[in-house]
């Protein structure tokens, strides 16, 4: 299982970002997937998740600003930010869940991840 992320950068308050996840060693379209941000000092938090069927879950600190997708044909995993605040700022990890049909969104409910995306947003 390789999970790589990719699309970080340092941008503005109010800014858009698009992260990727380039997932391969499965079988993506059996797979739940999803993205947790972690900050220096504090416990890795859950942003989003997304089903084989395409319904998601948000953290309510991103509801409305941040879209989670994937591409099941090209085994990639996307993080559409909008509004971009200070406090987004953080390492941003791809994770998957293998072999499920639906998963929550805590760190528990997945098994894989990523090596990480930085993100920092300036005032």
């Known amino acids: 299982v390789q999970l790589v992320e990719s699309g970080g950068a340092s941008v503005e308050a109010g800014g858009s970002l698009r992260l990727s996840c380039a997932a391969s060693?499965?079988?993506?379209?059996?797979?739940?997937m999803g993205w947790f941000r972690q900050t220096p000092g504090k416990v890795r938090e859950p942003v989003a998740s997304?089903?084989?069927?395409?319904?998601?879950l948000y953290a309510d600190s991103v509801k409305g600003r941040f879209t989670i997708s994937r591409d099941n044909a090209n085994n990639m995993l996307y993080l559409q930010m909008n509004s971009l605040k200070p406090e987004d700022s953080a390492m941003y990890y791809c994770?998957?869940?293998?072999?499920?049909?639906?998963?929550?969104?805590?760190?528990?409910?997945?098994?894989?991840w990523g090596r990480g995306t930085q993100v920092n947003v300036s005032t």
């Open positions: 997304i089903n084989t069927d395409s319904t998601t």
């Open positions: 994770a998957a869940e293998l072999d499920v049909s639906w998963v929550g969104l805590t760190r528990a409910d997945f098994g894989w």
């Open positions: 060693g499965f079988n993506y379209n059996t797979s739940c």
